[in-house]
C-alpha cells in the first residue's frame, strides 16, 4: 500500500504538461480536456484545422489551466522538427505524450503514407520528444480493435485495413521502443477504442455496412464516444497500478471480434 501512494505521488508531481497529438478535434481534443481536468497543461499539435485548435486552447485557459497549439505535418520531418522547437520552447518538461494524430484515407496522399504517419511518424515524435519526457511519465499510442488485432480479426471495411496494418506496425514499433522508455522513466501504454460514434467511419459503416455497425453498439444501440476515450486515456495517464506495455480497452471486448480463418 505504500508502495501505491508512492508512485501515486510521483505521478501526480509530474502532471505539469501534457501533450497531445491531433488534438484539434475528435479524440485528440477529448483527451485534451480530460487531461486538463485533471490538471495538466496541454499542448496540441494539428496538422489543418487552426481554428478548431484555438478554441480547444481557449476552453482549456477558461479551465484555468495553461495551454497552446503548433502546427505541424507529423509526417514532415521538417515540419515535425519546428513543432518540437516549440514544444521546447514552451515547456521544460512532458510529464505525458499522448500520440493521438493518425490517418490514411486521405485523399490524394502517396502510397505508403498510412506506414509514414501511422508508424513512421509516431516512432519519429517519441524519439525528438523522449529527452523533454520527465522520469516517471507516461506516453500512450491510440489505437484500434482492428488495428490492435490485425491479422486476426475481420477487418472493418476492406478501406480500413490499410490503416490498420498501419496502426499495427506502428505499434509494434513503439513496442520495440518499449525496454529503452522504461529505462528512462518513460512508461509506454497502449488505448484501444471499439468503434467511435460520429466519426468518418462510423457514418461510411451505418450507410454501407450496417451490421458492422449495428454489432459495436451497445445494449442502448449507441457506440461509445470522444469522450468516453478522451477520459479513458487520462485516467491511464494518472493511474499507477498500470504497468509498461498495459492496453486500455475502451468500448466492446476484444474477444468479441468475429476472427479470421486461419
Known amino acids: 500500500m505504500l508502495a501505491y501512494f508512492l508512485l501515486l505521488d510521483k505521478i ?123 522520469y516517471d511519465s507516461t506516453a500512450v499510442f491510440v489505437t484500434s480493435h482492428w488495428a490492435h488485432l490485425y491479422g486476426k480479426v475481420e477487418q472493418l471495411t476492406p478501406e480500413y485495413e490499410v490503416v490498420a496494418e498501419s496502426k499495427h506496425m506502428g505499434e509494434a514499433a513503439l513496442r520495440g521502443m518499449q525496454d529503452s522508455l522504461t529505462a528512462d522513466g518513460i512508461r509506454l501504454l497502449i488505448a484501444s477504442g471499439d468503434l467511435i460514434g460520429g466519426t468518418a467511419t462510423a457514418m461510411l459503416l451505418k450507410r454501407y455496412y450496417t451490421e458492422v455497425h449495428d454489432s459495436r453498439c451497445n445494449a442502448e444501440g449507441k457506440l461509445i464516444t470522444t469522450q468516453d476515450m478522451g477520459i479513458a486515456i487520462a485516467n491511464a495517464v494518472i493511474d499507477p497500478t498500470l504497468e509498461a506495455g498495459s492496453m486500455v480497452i475502451v468500448g466492446g471486448s476484444l474477444e468479441s471480434l468475429p476472427r479470421l480463418a486461419l
Open 12 to 134: 501526480w508531481l509530474n502532471m505539469s504538461t501534457a501533450f497531445v497529438s491531433g488534438g484539434s478535434r475528435g479524440v485528440g481534443e477529448a483527451t485534451a480536456i480530460a487531461l486538463a481536468e485533471r490538471g495538466f497543461d496541454v499542448v496540441i499539435s494539428y496538422r489543418e484545422k487552426e481554428q478548431r485548435a484555438e478554441k480547444v486552447v481557449s476552453r482549456i485557459k477558461q479551465m484555468g489551466r495553461n495551454a497552446i497549439a503548433f502546427g505541424g505535418d507529423m509526417t514532415a520531418p521538417e515540419e515535425r522538427a519546428s513543432l518540437v522547437d516549440n514544444v521546447r520552447n514552451w515547456t521544460s518538461e512532458l510529464g505525458c505524450l499522448v500520440l493521438n494524430a493518425s490517418g490514411g484515407l486521405e485523399v490524394g496522399k502517396p502510397d505508403g503514407y498510412p506506414m509514414l504517419v501511422n508508424r513512421d511518424a509516431q516512432v519519429g515524435l517519441v524519439t525528438d520528444l523522449r529527452s523533454l519526457m520527465s
